[in-house]
């Protein structure tokens, strides 16, 4: 009574299934995705000063940080010249648990410091030029190399810098306007597993490429009484068309042919943004305001790469990523003190873009509360040292990358510090 | 000084605060795991490649199912360890595993192929000690009924506690339980790997028999548990991968000498195109005078067992190279419309006696039919970003002999067990981290 099993000669042939005919499903990710403060992989940390006061800046004109969030106001600003400029720490601490599996597992303790210079130069009364060089979208996260999301992502440093030359004009201290052009420089780096496995181990590809892109910001304020503030601020969607990064793979000997080194396209889209603030100063010490800020994430449909080289196993892949528009409403508060010394306290509530049946550890994407506060110590006039922190509470959540067929539920929380130097004469 | 404090000030906002999320709490339900016992054949025995042998064991299913159970309270499982890497020499003959290498065909082309390993096999030796895998490769249902099976299947000689006994009376001596059965997949597998030449499908009464006691014999020891449904042939790479229409004419001319050769010299009313063409077969029911051929038809089957070389370079499937005379894949190669009305059949109520008897007894059925079929299926099944399905060799879930699973494989079969043991007792076992197990290792 033999083993039926021994008499095999199974040989692959041209014929029947050679290797060139071997497909792999390789789905290749990837959202250039983040440690996500802010939805998806937005990080709307522009300003100390703003940081502080739950991230409020749409109708604010105090200093150069107004550049950037509303182009309009910078006519506004009192002051001949102004800068203003300064840097974050994200320590973002978030905890997978796999759905049905005993299995946890923590993000790699990183640092990511967004941060910001800004300057302007009131030309004449009513005109007034600017440069923002600031880092709004972008981020890092790892999860290490032998986690059991590997497939899907090791990690990823997606950085995009923009610099905004931009120009303000204001009517009879009333209505300013501004527009200013965005340069993106963008890059990305990042590393997945491979299910293909050889003596050595698994496979591995790494993807690492630049680019530039172009969008604008544009914006309207409006002081229609003493103290009221009411702005408004659209920054365009940057597409990021990287055009030839390389992909670097690591797979046996055997299928160097079906998986060989090549330059890849890959195209992300960096959101549009349209904010609406509104301000008011009760008196000279103390000002509340709100702002509306609504992401067209739906920008994000899905990633798309296109390997220069085709072959069987490597083409075009589409990964679907179905991004929702989202309203993120904020609120600040700011009390001076005394000429010395001003405080700061805000909230928000950040809702995640990202459906339940597309969250995925590249992004792994939780509605988000953020509460903040800050001080700027004046040590002489026109001259601050601003601080803030801020503690952003991502809701837990349970979700499927479909896709991968990825489930788990995700809880993170963020550690945000920030330090900024204003300047203003 | 103020140094340090901030350095332990900045350590502890780092390492602390992390975000806390309940573990998965492992619960036997209404199970005992405690002495766990699979039973059934070479799925069971964790036969891969070809071969019976050491990491192929550690990956078996039955091993894997039991390090999931060991979270709600399992035992040790022990299982009949092979320790060479290639296999064991359990009778003359046996082969080491295949592994993929560079093989060269009678065209010059060289490929990546299953080839047989070369490295020193275990000698044929009983290991000496008691096992809870009682999963004996090649075995039929009713062998487990067949006293003195260990004189007959070396494999089973290697645990075997009495020569002269049945296997189902090694049940009680384990003292299990918990249970799994994977049993019945060689009554009808045996017939179809012979391509319905010889061999033969179980009968059914014969299959009842048997299960009933295979069965009986494990509930009479006071354990619980699930046993497992049989898959369809045509879910598995070894009948899978060659087409039935291989035979591609590459230009015109060719098809013109090969159309007027079988209408003109050999009268046989086949018609040949350019692109793919049905294979010729053997076919002893044909009313011509002297060729007992006919094409193959849409469905049905060429095994991977198939003389490739012969296809390619002797005409085998057409036309002979040498005599010219029609060259029929010989019918052991082959599962024909017949064989596999026969196949599926005897699936269908294999699988519904286990339902029933599953059903009647209370104990739960494991669907691994649907999961190989899902396999089958153009998406395959993904977990984790890993996408398997049942194309040899890149499908990824089976492993080189086109028949038995990969490590990768074992762990989503695992997966479908712990399923059905997590329904059946409302238990919370924990799925295999599919990740953990490897596919085909490429060279």
């Given at each position: ?6 008499n ?7 014929n ?8 792999f ?10 440690t ?6 937005q990080?709307s940390?522009?300003?100390?000063r ?11 004109s105090?200093?150069?940080s ?17 800068f203003?400029?300064?840097?974050s ?10 759905s049905?599996e ?35 979208y972008?981020?890092?996260l790892?999860?290490?190399d ?5 497939f ?19 009517f ?12 993106a ?10 299910p ?12 690492k490429g ?14 229609p ?5 009411i702005?408004l ?18 797979v ?10 090549t330059?890849v ?9 349209l ?21 067209f ?31 993120i ?7 001076k ?5 001003t ?10 873009p990202?459906?339940t049946?597309?969250l995925?550890p590249?992004t792994?994407?939780?509605?988000e509360?953020g ?22 509470i ?18 993170s ?13 | 000084?103020?140094?340090?404090l ?22 036997k ?16 025995a ?18 894997i ?14 299982q ?5 890497n290639?296999g064991v ?35 044929f ?7 809870n ?29 009495s ?16 249970f ?6 060689n ?10 030449a ?10 009842y ?16 548990g ?14 899978t991968?060659?087409p ?7 230009r ?6 090969i ?6 010299m ?13 294979f010729?077969?053997?076919?002893p ?6 060729f ?5 038809k849409?469905?049905e ?11 390619k370079?002797?005409g085998?499937?057409?036309i ?44 739960g ?29 890149s ?7 086109g ?28 799925y ?12």
């Amino acid at each position: 009574m033999f083993d039926f099993f021994c008499n095999l000669r199974p040989v692959l042939t041209k014929n029947n299934c050679n290797m060139r005919r071997i497909t792999f499903l390789l789905l290749l990710f990837c959202s250039a995705a983040m440690t996500s403060i802010g939805g998806g992989y937005q990080v709307s940390l522009h300003s100390t000063r703003n940081i502080g006061m739950g991230l409020i800046g749409t109708s604010l004109s105090y200093d150069a940080s107004t550049i950037f969030n509303n182009p309009g106001g910078m006519s506004f600003i009192k002051d001949k010249w102004s800068f203003s400029g300064g840097a974050s720490l994200i320590m973002a601490r978030v905890t997978f648990q796999e759905s049905g599996e005993n299995y946890q597992a923590h993000l790699v303790h990183e640092l990511n410091t967004p941060f910001y210079v800004y300057a302007s130069y009131k030309a004449t009364n009513n005109l007034s030029i600017g440069l923002a060089i600031n880092t709004p979208y972008g981020n890092r996260l790892s999860w290490g190399d032998n986690w059991q999301g590997r497939f899907l992502i090791q990690n990823l440093n997606f950085k995009a810098i923009t610099v905004q030359p931009s120009i303000s004009y204001k009517f009879k201290d009333i209505i300013g306007i501004g527009v200013g052009l965005v340069w993106a420089y963008g890059s990305v780096d990042l590393n997945k597993a491979l299910p293909i496995d050889y003596t050595a181990g698994e496979s591995q590809l790494n993807i690492k490429g630049n680019t530039v892109g172009f969008g604008f910001n544009a914006g309207l304020m409006v002081h229609p009484v003493k103290g009221l503030s009411i702005g408004l601020d659209y920054r365009s969607k940057i597409t990021m068309n990287v055009q030839n990064a390389n992909a670097t793979f690591t797979v046996p000997a055997a299928l160097k042919g079906q998986f060989p080194n090549t330059q890849v396209a890959v195209a992300l889209p960096l959101p549009a943004n349209l904010d609406f603030g509104l301000s008011y100063e009760f008196n000279e010490k103390f000002l509340i305001g709100i702002n509306l800020c609504y992401v067209f994430w739906k920008q994000y449909d899905s990633l798309v790469f296109d390997f220069k080289t085709k072959t069987p196993s490597l083409g075009r892949t589409a990964t679907a990523a179905l991004y929702q528009n989202r309203m993120i409403p904020r609120l600040g508060l700011q009390y001076k003190i005394n000429p010395l010394v001003t405080v700061r306290v805000g909230g928000y509530y950040d809702p995640s873009p990202v459906q339940t049946d597309y969250l995925n550890p590249q992004t792994p994407s939780t509605n988000e509360i953020g509460l903040t506060a800050g001080l700027s110590v004046f040590p002489f006039k026109g001259f601050s040292i601003d601080a803030a922190f801020l503690y952003l509470i991502g809701m837990q959540r349970t979700g499927t990358y479909s896709p991968e067929n990825f489930e788990g539920t995700y809880s993170s929380v963020f550690y945000i510090p920030a330090i900024g130097l204003t300047y203003s004469f | 000084m103020k140094k340090l404090l901030f350095i332990i000030l900045s350590l502890a906002l780092f390492t602390s605060c992390e975000r806390k999320i309940s573990q998965f709490n492992a619960d036997k339900g209404s199970a005992n795991f405690t002495t766990y016992v699979s039973v059934g054949n070479s799925l069971v025995a964790g036969y891969a490649d070809g071969a019976l042998y050491h990491d192929g064991q550690v990956n078996s299913c039955p091993n894997i199912i039991a390090g999931q159970l060991e979270l709600a309270g399992g035992g040790t499982f022990v299982q009949p360890m092979v320790t060479s890497n290639y296999g064991v020499a359990a009778y003359l003959g046996v082969q080491p595993k295949f592994v993929l290498g560079y093989a060269v065909d009678c065209q010059g082309v060289v490929g990546l192929s299953p080839m047989r390993s070369m490295g020193a096999m275990d000698p044929f030796a009983p290991v000496g000690y008691a096992v809870n895998n009682l999963g004996i490769p090649g075995v039929k249902s009713f062998h487990l009924i067949v006293p003195g099976l260990a004189t007959m299947n070396p494999y089973y000689t290697r645990f075997a506690t009495s020569m002269t006994g049945m296997v189902v009376d090694e049940f009680a001596k384990l003292h299990p339980t918990f249970f799994t059965i994977q049993l019945g997949d060689n009554d009808v597998l045996a017939y179809a790997l012979a391509g319905g030449a010889y061999d033969s499908i179980t009968p059914i009464p014969l299959f009842y028999y048997a299960m009933k006691n295979v069965l009986g014999a494990m509930l009479a020891t006071g354990a619980t548990g699930v046993m497992a449904n049989i898959p369809e042939v045509t879910s598995v790479p070894y009948f899978t991968t060659v087409p039935y229409n291989g035979l591609v004419v590459t230009r015109q001319s060719l098809a013109d000498t090969i159309n007027m050769a079988m209408t003109t010299m050999y009268h046989l009313p086949f018609h040949y195109v350019v692109g793919p063409n049905p294979f010729l077969i053997a076919d002893p029911t044909s009313t011509h005078p002297y060729f007992k051929v006919r094409q193959m038809k849409q469905g049905e089957l060429v095994l991977l067992s198939v003389p490739q070389d012969s296809m390619k370079c002797m005409g085998m499937g057409i036309i002979n190279a040498v005599t010219h005379m029609p060259y029929p894949i010989p019918g052991v190669y082959v599962l024909t419309e017949t064989e596999l009305a026969q196949i599926k059949g005897a699936t269908a109520a294999y699988n519904a006696i286990i339902d029933t008897m599953a059903a009647n007894r209370h104990i739960g059925v494991v669907d691994i039919n649907t999961t190989l079929k899902a396999l089958n299926s153009q998406a395959g099944i993904v977990w984790d970003g890993v996408h398997m399905t049942s194309k040899f060799v890149s499908g990824g879930a089976f492993s080189l002999d086109g028949i038995h699973l990969t490590p990768r494989g074992n762990a989503v079969s695992a997966n479908c067990f712990i399923d059905a043991i997590n329904q059946r007792f409302g238990s919370t076992i924990p799925y295999a981290d599919i990740t953990d197990y490897p596919g085909v290792i490429f060279p």
